[in-house]
């Protein structure tokens, strides 16, 4: 058990990709993503294992996502992930980003 303060410590927000593309230097299938998540946080980068379950042009068409946004940034190989987007296994083990099920506001914080 975890105290809820340590919950509220992690930053969850809503945004919405806009852009995506092939990230052939990843050891696993990845893309590159840019995603606006509002006016107080901006546009951050993250690089996300779903090459699975969806298309670039999938990502594009208003995708909204769930990601945590306060985590230090990470590099992988030459790109610098800004935000944990979230997911969960399928069967296979392949992700299906978190999303939420009607269009919310960029920057939404989860509670």
Same mark, same amino acid.
């Given at each position: ?6 919950? #509220?410590?992690?930053? /969850?927000?809503?945004?919405? $990709? /806009?852009? !995506?593309?092939? =990230?052939?230097e990843a050891r696993k299938p990845a893309y590159? @993503?840019?995603?606006? =998540?509002?006016?107080? $946080?901006? $546009?951050?980068?993250?690089?996300a294992q779903i090459t699975t379950h969806y298309? /670039? &042009? #999938? @990502? *594009? @068409?208003?995708? #909204?996502?769930? &990601? *945590?946004?306060?985590? !230090? ?12 987007? @979230?997911?969960? &296994?399928?069967? #296979?083990g392949d992700v299906v980003v978190l999303s ?12």
């Open positions: 058990m975890i105290p809820h303060c340590d919950f #509220q410590n992690v930053d /969850i927000r809503v945004g919405t $990709i /806009i852009s !995506a593309e092939d =990230f052939p590159k @993503l840019m995603i606006d =998540f509002g006016s107080e $946080i901006g $546009i951050k980068k993250s690089s298309t /670039i &042009a #999938q @990502l *594009v @068409l208003g995708m #909204q996502i769930v &990601a *945590v946004v306060n985590f !230090a940034p990470k590099k992988i190989g030459p790109f610098v992930s800004e935000v944990l987007t @979230l997911g969960l &296994a399928d069967g #296979q939420p099920t009607k269009i919310v506001p960029n920057g939404g914080k989860v509670f």
